[in-house]
Structure formats: C-alpha cells, structure tokens
C-alpha cells in the first residue's frame, strides 16, 4: 500500500494511502492498530470525510478503513466504468490489497447497493453489514423519486447520464451547502463551514460527477438484479440497521428482506441524514455494540 500527503483535510492519527485496484486508483484512510477492521463507505454527497467524528471513536477498540468509492473524493475519476457492481469489486479488492482478512462492512445511503453486492457475492470477505440510512433498488429506493409522494428530484437527476457533468461544475457550493446539507441535516451544529469546504473541494474536481451519476443510475438500470441477488446470494452475516425517523424505517424494511439471518435495528429520534456526522456517539455506541457481540462469539 502506499502512504500519501492529504490532499485536502485530515485527522490526528489517520494515514492516507492510495491503492491500484480493479483498474482505477482510490483513496483511502486507516486509523488504530488493533481489533478486528473495519471498513466504512460514504454515501452522496460525502467523502471519507464524512466519518471524521466516528473514525476516532471506533479506533479505540478497531482498526478503522474509509475510503472515497471510485469517482469520488480524491479517489481516481478517469473515463471507466462506475456503478454499484464495479464498486461492489473495488472493495473486495480493496480489502485483499490491505490485507486486513474480512471486515466489518458498515454503509450509508447511496453506497448501500454497493455493499449488498459485496457482501453477497464475497460473504467470506465479511464478517458482518451495517446498512446507515439506506436501501436497494427493487426494494423501495425508486420511490424516492417520486417527487409526487414525498421524494426529491435530485434521485432522478443525479442518475440522468451525463446531466450531472454537464450541469453542475461551477455550481458545486451552491448545491451541496445551500440546499443538500440544509435538507439533510437534522443538527445544529454538526457541519461547519471547513467541513462544506473539504467536501465542495472534491466535488469541484474535473469529472467530479462520474462516481454520482453511476451509483445514481443504478437505482433505475438494475431491472431487478438486485433482487435476483437477494434471492440467490442473501447477506450470510449479521446484520445492523441504523436509520433517524424518516424514510418509514425504509433501511430495516429493506435489509430484513435481503438477510439470511439475525438483523437488529437502532432508530435514532432527533437526528437528520447525516447520521455519522450528526451523532456520532451514538452511532459509535451501536456499533460497538453490535461488532462486539459478534467478535465475542467468534473468539
């Protein structure tokens, strides 16, 4: 693995790496040095930065992975493949790149697909799933853009081919920090205007949107591959679902559908999208909780 400078912001104790795999180049963060890993993937419109208040908290206990998926963050944006199944891939490797054995897979809100893909199709890479605030395609995640029904349009936008490039460079801030983070954003406080930056600073990158737009227009290109997968391959591991109080408790739903075995829910009140930059304490308890009670069974 190589060690790299940060690109942009970063955190005591965190090493920044960069890794050849699956034929593009990504960017990634550890942090502790002991306990079983585990390996923690953004959602939109996030980064790795999106867990710098959980990262300290788990590498405690944990050796903590985070990267920024392929088309994100400061990860590589050439012109390739993107979507779930390729990400899905980019992990496997990744974690076999890191040597770090299997991990505990934790998720959030457009990486959900992707996750699914990877525990499903590399369940011995994976020790157990925790889905944040997220769901599947065939399992409700279109509904979310019926604008007619309490969804946003930015679903359907974002997974338009090419619309996102075309449209949004140059207008990066204005989306993310005067209408995403307002509307996802349940906590006072939990965003400051340094954190607005390190996140505008990668979405302002040349070919910024690519990663989005993949991972956006899986939603309504799976024609019910994912449940296929579900049917054939569900998530052999434990299971933890972590969502606030909207969405109708959509990520249990959905992971109950999708899990072979045990599934625990934590529902968080008071608390927006943005769950790991929101209460990160909470999210760190539950998590805790869960990887501890599943470390314990296996020693």
């Not at 590498?59 to 012109?79: C, E, I």
């Not at 959030?108 to 395609?137: C, K, N, Y």
């Not at 075995?261 to 909780?289: N, S």
């Amino acid at each position: 693995m190589t060690v790299t400078l940060p690109a942009g912001a970063t955190l005591p104790g965190v090493t920044h790496h960069l890794a050849d795999v699956n034929g593009t180049r990504l960017h990634y963060v550890s942090a502790g040095t002991g306990g079983s890993p585990v390996l923690l993937v953004h959602g939109w419109p996030e980064t790795w930065w999106a867990f710098r208040k959980l990262i300290p908290l788990l590498a405690r206990t944990h050796r903590v992975l985070a990267l920024d998926l392929r088309g994100f963050g400061d990860s590589g944006n050439a012109d390739t493949e993107y979507g779930e199944a390729v990400s899905a891939e980019d992990l496997r490797h990744l974690v076999g790149h890191i040597g770090a054995g299997p991990v505990h897979l934790v998720c959030q809100d457009i990486s959900g697909g992707t996750a699914f893909r990877f525990a499903a199709t590399h369940p011995e890479d994976v020790i157990s799933f925790t889905g944040i605030e997220t769901a599947l395609a065939g399992y409700g995640f279109e509904a979310l853009a019926d604008v007619n029904n309490r969804g946003s349009w930015h679903v359907g936008f974002l997974g338009a081919p090419g619309i996102p490039g075309m449209l949004l460079p140059g207008h990066e801030r204005e989306l993310l920090a005067d209408w995403a983070f307002p509307l996802m954003n349940g906590t006072e406080g939990s965003l400051r205007e340094e954190d607005v930056d390190e996140f505008v600073r990668t979405y302002a990158r040349p070919n910024a949107w690519r990663g989005t737009e993949g991972l956006y227009r899986g939603i309504f290109s799976d024609g019910g591959a994912t449940r296929a997968l579900a049917e054939s391959h569900p998530i052999a591991v434990p299971v933890l679902t972590v969502e606030a109080a909207g969405h109708g408790r959509i990520t249990e739903k959905t992971f109950r559908q999708v899990a072979a075995g045990e599934v625990t829910a934590v529902h968080l009140e008071g608390v927006g999208h943005l769950i790991a930059q929101e209460a990160p304490e909470a999210l760190a308890a539950a998590l805790l909780e869960f990887t501890g009670r599943i470390d314990a069974k296996k020693a």
